[in-house]
């Protein structure tokens, strides 16, 4: 960069956020909520609930959807957010690997999947895998299809490798939907299964295959996946044994509103019970090249509201993600005022959103992740898979 451009880029880029949502309560009562709210009763009493920190019911998150002005919502979700962490914004240096594509559920709304067999699919191999990884990274992330061909050990012997070679980098491995896929095909149950995998070196689960929990949408969209209830057990077993895990939820296809808050109360019950969840991830369907080609996929507006429903509905789950693949990199950055603590991270290569039409860089480098917080005026935080923190941006 020229010095010129310098001296401009420092005099006119602003570094810090020109308002402070995380006074929300102190605005709201100079301004008045009325201002916002246009005479809306319901969300007031609603967003005094946020202001005081109570739970939100399922009906209170269906009137946030249909009726909340955007910005309000977005000040409340800041607000809780700035509640449980502040200015910090999460990231991780990771690496995702997507081992196989041949996958039996042939799911509607995957741009994924090839049908097993198929010369257009592709299983890497165990090597493959390995020499895929290098020590630069906290946190291997590595999914694919419920693959009927490999068996137990290929899974197995993945894990083992990877613990070997990298016993200091974070392995997040396998959704709860093949890990039942897993189990079911080596004549294991999900426990024994689970037991062997953590004996490997699983340290941590990924999020994938929530969707929709509703058993109408399911059916529609994904009838051949296990259900939402088989999804939470697999999750509810694995916390059970000390295994964190994510969660998320695919939006913007066919579901209504009212499906999307009951999913988030299914997520929120469960944590109640375990604790188990360190983040959601709201993941904004991507239709081309699906079944569902001809919807026109969820807005920005959509994405920004989900979000902040998904930070105030989910008051006991510690971190919302912004998955920049699937949001943009522009819009998950304003998504950080939304509630959004996180921006998940580096990825490096990712093939499932972007054969669904996903048009953002396939990873991208740390530096990157730091400049977009900071030019939301907030301060990265490196962390690994279970948020033990490496370094933060305002320690210098
Ligand atoms: S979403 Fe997952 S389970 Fe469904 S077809 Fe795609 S790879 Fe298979």
């Known amino acids: 960069m020229s010095p010129t451009a310098r001296k401009w880029r420092s005099s006119t880029v602003p570094t810090a956020s020109p308002w402070r949502w995380w006074n929300i309560p102190g605005a ?6 009325e201002f916002f709210l246009e005479g809306d009763e319901r969300t007031e009493a609603i967003a005094r609930k946020v202001i005081a920190g109570e739970r939100l019911s399922v009906d209170d998150g269906l009137h946030l959807y249909s009726n909340s002005p955007l910005h309000l919502l977005g000040a409340l979700a800041d607000h809780a ?16 690997v997507n081992y196989s594509d041949y996958c039996v559920n ?36 590595i999914v694919g299809g419920c693959d009927p061909e490999p068996g137990l050990y290929y899974y197995l012997e993945m894990l083992s490798r990877m613990k070997k070679a990298y016993p200091e980098t974070r392995r997040q491995c396998f959704t709860a ?41 399911r059916r529609e969209i994904c009838p051949n996946k296990i259900s939402g209830d088989a999804y939470l057990d697999v999750h509810r077993k694995a916390h059970e044994k000390g295994i964190k895990s994510n969660c998320t939820m695919l939006y913007g296809h066919i579901e209504e509103p009212v499906h999307r808050i009951e999913h988030l109360a299914k997520l929120r019950s469960l944590q109640d019970e ?35 429903i998904s930070r105030l509905m989910l008051d006991n789950i510690p971190h919302i993600k912004a998955f920049w693949i699937m949001l943009g990199l522009k819009l998950a950055q304003v998504a950080l005022h939304f509630g959004a ?41 490196e962390r690994d898979t279970l948020y033990k923190i490496f370094w933060r941006g305002d320690e210098g």
């Not at 709201?28 to 909520?33: A, S, T, V």
């Not at 024994?192 to 109408?216: K, N, Q, S, T």
């Not at 188990?276 to 920005?300: C, K, Q, R, V, W």
């Open 28 to 33: 709201i009562e100079e301004i008045g909520l």
């Open 81 to 96: 957010k700035r509640r449980s962490c502040g200015d910090d914004i999460y990231f991780c240096v990771n690496r995702h």
């Open 106 to 141: 042939e799911c509607r709304f995957c741009a994924y999947f090839k049908k097993p067999g198929s010369p257009e699919g592709r299983r890497l191999s165990v090597n493959q895998v390995i020499e895929m990884l290098d020590s630069g990274y906290r946190e291997f992330h």
């Open 177 to 217: 939907v093949e890990i039942e896929h897993i189990s079911r095909m080596s004549g294991l149950s999900v426990d024994e299964c689970l037991d062997m995998m953590i004996a490997a070196g699983l340290e941590a689960i990924p999020g994938g295959g929530a969707e929709i929990f509703d058993a109408e949408v």
């Open 274 to 308: 375990t604790g188990g969840f360190l983040a959601f991830i709201p993941l904004s369907f991507h239709p081309e090249n699906t079944m569902y080609a001809d919807l026109p996929g969820p807005g920005g507006i959509d994405d920004l509201r989900t979000i902040a």
């Open 341 to 381: 603590d996180d921006l998940d991270g580096t990825v490096v290569e990712e093939h499932i959103t972007h054969r669904a039409g996903a048009n953002t860089p396939v990873g991208i480098a740390r530096n990157e992740i730091i400049r977009l917080i900071r030019g939301a005026g907030l301060v990265p935080v």
